[in-house]
């Protein structure tokens, strides 16, 4: 057999010793990491963001003119910020709308963010992360027509329920999750979405309109309106996404590993079928609560009010 240098037998891998004694060197196996994705990737999509927000807001200061309202008394115009939000927020149809919605934009939140996380970590779906984000994209970009024609048929309350036709395929998916199953869930959700996000901008002008209607305020108080509504969604997305991931890093999740614990398949079954459901649920009964806002009155002043609420809310 072959020798070493010091004239003693050679060693087999991972073993040292001399001819009679071997001893095994005890080594723990490194901890296994998926690849990084190429940061190219990031940097492009980065660059083309940065790109679109001064884009965007450029066509929106060269395109779009403010003109004063001459339909509304002048009264409001001396109304600061302040108390223009008290108004607003003592109005109890837009409560209503704001905190039924920061439920149902949270799920909605929740849902999107975690999905890939979902399909990576908690299913054998990696290889189709996106094809479900395309469909997701897809089936809302092409059924927002669809839930307009829904909206003005059928009433924009029983529209709401169709928020909450993702929940049950949600719990599906979390249950069972295989390919097919994930697409119909894909398509389902994208349907949801449209209308979670088209529902609240068909909402806000008729009680923009009722407030106008019970306060005379005069005319900029719906700049508040919109604004909060926004500021408001956009809080509550963020605080339902700051919670749920504090609840992964509880649970023990690593960036970057291929495979992670039970605990973290767990929570991210939790995070995909229990919390959007319970929080479609809550935002829906908020909304069913209660008569929705009236129409206002079709006088002339009231007509062009309405309608140009509802482009501005529409575009």
Not at 247 to 265: D, H, I, N, P
Request: proline share 7%; hydrophobic share 45%; with cysteine.
């Amino acid at each position: 057999r072959s020798l070493c240098s010091t004239g003693k037998p050679s060693c087999p891998s991972g073993f040292v010793g001399n001819t009679t004694h071997f001893r095994r060197l005890e080594t723990s196996p490194p901890a296994q990491f998926c690849p990084v994705p190429q940061t190219r990737l990031y940097s492009i999509a980065a660059a083309v963001l940065a790109l679109t927000y001064p884009v965007c807001t450029g066509l929106l200061c060269l395109g779009v003119k403010e003109r004063p309202d001459s339909s509304g008394p002048a009264s409001g115009q001396g109304l600061s910020f302040l108390a223009g939000l008290g108004l607003t927020v003592r109005h109890r149809p837009y409560l209503k709308l704001v905190i039924s919605f920061l439920f149902i934009s949270a799920a909605i939140q929740v849902e999107q963010s975690y999905l890939v996380l979902f399909c990576t970590h908690a299913s054998r779906l990696h290889d189709h992360v996106q094809g479900v984000v395309l469909t997701i994209l897809v089936s809302a970009v092409l059924s927002t027509p669809l839930w307009e024609w829904v909206l003005q048929r059928f009433g924009k309350k029983t529209s709401a329920f169709g928020i909450c036709v993702m929940v049950p395929f949600a719990i599906l998916l979390a249950a069972v999750p295989t390919a097919p199953v994930a697409y119909v869930v894909a398509f389902v959700s994208g349907l949801s979405i449209a209308v979670s996000l088209l529902l609240p901008w068909s909402m806000l002008p008729d009680v923009v309109d009722a407030f106008q209607q019970q306060q005379q305020p005069g005319p900029g108080l719906e700049t508040i309106f919109y604004s909060s509504y926004v500021f408001f969604t956009k809080l509550s997305g963020a605080g339902a996404l700051g919670i749920s991931t504090l609840s992964l890093e509880f649970a023990g999740y690593e960036a970057g590993a291929c495979t992670q614990t039970e605990r973290v398949v767990v929570t991210l079954k939790v995070l995909i079928g229990a919390v959007p459901t319970c929080m479609i649920i809550t935002g829906l009964c908020i909304l069913m609560v209660g008569p929705a806002p009236k129409v206002p009155s079709q006088d002339p002043s009231r007509r062009q009010s309405l309608q140009r609420r509802t482009s501005y809310s529409l575009a």
